[in-house]
């Protein structure tokens, strides 16, 4: 089984469509895989649509649906793992080692647990995915 971990810069594109949602999708159907978020992705996919509909890219009805599958997913297609003390503690080094941003180092950290499983770290950030990758993730940006 392979497993992909999503961060919500990549996950946010199965739930509106734009750069990068043909690969997203092609990630899903794929057979054989798990798709693996941190528990904080679910605030934040929360937050990153609602920035849509404040911002008039999407209008009321679309954040309705878009948040209504979301939430579908979470309980029935993902693996949701919870942030622990032992990620928060990764996240700080990782904030100091890479200089990330704090929701990118828990989200990082999160997915680094999963490494002896060979997760593949799937962000839309370039610098994330750089470092994933320097910290021994494969990594896809769904953008390139």
């Known amino acids: 089984m392979k497993f992909y971990f999503f961060d919500t810069s990549a996950l946010v594109k199965r739930y509106h469509s734009e750069k990068g949602t043909r690969e997203v999708d092609r990630i899903f159907a794929e057979d054989d895989s798990a798709i693996v978020i941190s528990n904080i992705s679910i605030t934040e996919m929360v937050s990153a649509l609602n920035r849509k509909k404040e911002e008039k890219v999407i209008m009321k009805k679309d954040l309705d649906m878009a948040l209504s599958k979301f ?74």
Do not use: M
């Not at 990764?90 to 499983?117: F, M």
């Not at 950030?125 to 769904?142: C, R």
């Open 71 to 144: 939430f579908h997913d979470v309980i029935k297609d993902f693996l949701v793992l919870e942030l622990n003390e032992d990620h928060i503690k990764e996240s700080i080094v990782l904030v100091l080692k890479r200089n990330l941003r704090a929701l990118d180092s828990l989200q990082l950290s999160v997915a680094l647990d999963l490494k002896e499983l060979k997760v593949i770290f799937v962000s839309a950030d370039k610098k994330l995915v750089s470092i994933a990758e320097k910290e021994g993730l494969e990594a896809i940006n769904p953008e390139t």
